[in-house]
Every structure is written in structure tokens, then in C-alpha cells.
């Protein structure tokens, strides 16, 4: 049985790319659905294809060859022909396709024509039903190949404009710096440096900070800012603010230890007026 078969698609891809395209068999055989190729040499490949034919599901293995290929004229023929793998059917196609500019040149229309023959199982479904099955499988093969082409212009303009930006600056990014052998964050920093001025500041006066989560003060003739600096951070944390650099604090200091003598004085007062007043 045979059946004619006439459809074209348009491609917004130039003339020049769709041609080069339809004559990678591999890239065509993954354009088209169910399709397989196994071995591919020169304009020759073999493979199998597997299609859906009402509700049959037939698959040929087989052959396709470009029998023709006129680039001047953009005229391209191919003739494919294959046998059921399951069962006696076979089924054979010419196939023409003219490519032609459209849109000014931006997009390619494709028009494709031939005779389809088929027997076995195909053969009974009737002339209109295989023309539709064509005409499926020619509109899915037209959206992948304009998807394939698609993406293979996007990574061509890429890797053009990586080249482009690369030859402007001459230049190579820039390594990222190393990292400090100790993490050290800006609370630690600015909460270190006001805890060492606040222990400079103690030092000259003789009195000694207390600080409920610091360690041990440093040893004599040990240096202040040997103190760790996470300690002087917890010490800043209470209060939310830095406590900026005293410098000598010797009135504060001089009260502070003044107080407890004058009370101990007062009380030995007391004490020798109630004995003097005992006495008589």
C-alpha cells in the first residue's frame, strides 16, 4: 500500500545552519521520535525506528541513505527503508526536502515530500492513518530540531562572548585571597583592643579588672595583650558597648580603697568610746 505524503515546517533558524544540521544523521535520528542510530558512515546509517501506528506499536530495523544533496538549490533526498523486527511487515520512503529562506533570511522554511510503502501490519490501518502518523512525526521532528539548533547557537554566542571579555582585559580572574590561618571576626577584634587598653588603663592605677567569664590575669612581666581575645569578648558582651580606654583612673582607684579603711576606723572609734564609757 502506498501513500502520499506532503508537509513542510519553518525553522527560525538561517538556511545555511538547517542544511548543515540535516545532513548530520545522528543529529537527525535524534530529531526524530523513536529513532535509533546504531552505525552512521559517510551519508549512510543504520539503526531502528520504533513508531506508533493506531494502537499498534511496529518497530522496523533498517536502513537510510542521502541519495541527493544539491546545496546550491538546497534540495535534499533521502530514501530509507526497513523490515518489522517483530513480524514480516516492511516499509520503504523517499523523501524530498527543499529548504527555503523566510523572515528576511532569520528562519528557514522546509518542505518535504514522498511516497510512503508499507505492508505487514501497517499496511492495515489504511493510507489516511499512516499520513497522519507522517504528519506526527514530521511536526515532533521539526520542534526537536529547532530545540538542537536552538541550543547550539546559545553555547556558540556564549563561548564567542567568554573569548571576547577575555581578550578586552587580557587579564585572568582574580585568585581568591587565602584564608587566615586563624578566624578572627570584627566583634573579637574591636572587644580584644578595648579589653588590652581597659588592662593597660589597670595597670598604671594597680587595681585589676573583674570579669565574671575571663580567665586568670596574665603573670607578672607577662605582657597584657597576651590575654586571649576571646575572653576580652565576652567581657564587652554584657553591657553591648566598648568600654573606651581610662587613661590612669587614680581618683576612682584611691576612694575605692579609702573606703574600707575609713569604715574599719569608725568602728574601732565606737568600740573605744564604749569602753572608755564601761571604764567609768
Not at 136 to 161: C, M, N, P, Q, S
Not at 237 to 263: C, K, M, N, Q, Y
Amino acid at each position: 500500500m502506498s501513500t502520499r505524503l506532503d508537509d513542510e515546517f519553518t525553522v527560525p533558524v538561517p538556511v545555511e545552519r538547517v542544511w548543515e544540521a540535516l545532513r548530520d544523521a545522528r543529529l537527525v535520528a535524534a530529531c526524530v521520535p523513536g529513532a535509533t542510530v546504531e552505525s552512521a558512515e559517510g551519508g549512510r546509517s543504520a539503526g531502528r525506528l520504533r513508531v506508533r501506528i493506531g494502537s499498534t506499536t511496529v518497530t522496523y530495523r533498517g536502513e537510510a541513505e542521502f541519495t541527493e544533496a544539491d546545496r546550491a538549490g538546497y534540495r535534499l533526498v533521502v530514501r530509507a527503508s526497513g523490515r518489522e523486527a517483530r513480524g514480516p511487515g516492511t516499509a520503504s520512503v523517499e523523501l524530498t526536502a527543499r529548504l527555503h529562506e523566510a523572515a528576511d533570511g532569520a528562519a528557514t522554511r522546509v518542505a518535504v515530500s514522498g511516497d510512503l510503502v508499507a505492508t505487514g501490519r501497517a499496511a492495515g490501518f489504511g493510507p489516511d492513518v499512516l499520513a497522519g502518523v507522517g504528519a506526527r512525526l514530521l511536526a515532533r521532528f521539526a520542534t526537536r530540531l529547532t530545540a538542537e539548533l536552538a541550543e547550539g547557537d546559545a553555547a556558540d554566542t556564549a563561548g564567542t562572548a567568554d573569548t571576547g571579555e577575555a581578550g578586552k582585559t587580557g587579564e585572568t580572574a582574580p585568585d581568591a585571597p587565602a584564608a587566615m590561618p586563624e578566624e578572627v571576626t570584627a566583634a573579637e577584634r574591636h572587644g580584644g583592643a578595648a579589653a588590652e587598653a581597659r588592662l593597660e588603663a589597670a595597670a598604671v592605677s594597680g587595681a585589676v579588672p573583674e570579669s565574671p567569664a575571663s580567665p586568670a590575669a596574665p603573670a607578672p612581666g607577662e605582657p597584657a595583650s597576651a590575654r586571649p581575645r576571646g575572653a576580652a569578648a565576652l567581657d564587652d558582651e554584657d553591657d553591648g558597648e566598648d568600654v573606651p580606654a581610662r587613661p590612669a583612673a587614680a581618683f576612682p582607684t584611691a576612694v575605692t580603697r579609702a573606703l574600707p579603711v575609713a569604715a574599719a576606723l569608725v568602728l574601732l572609734a565606737a568600740v573605744l568610746r564604749w569602753l572608755i564609757r564601761r571604764r567609768r
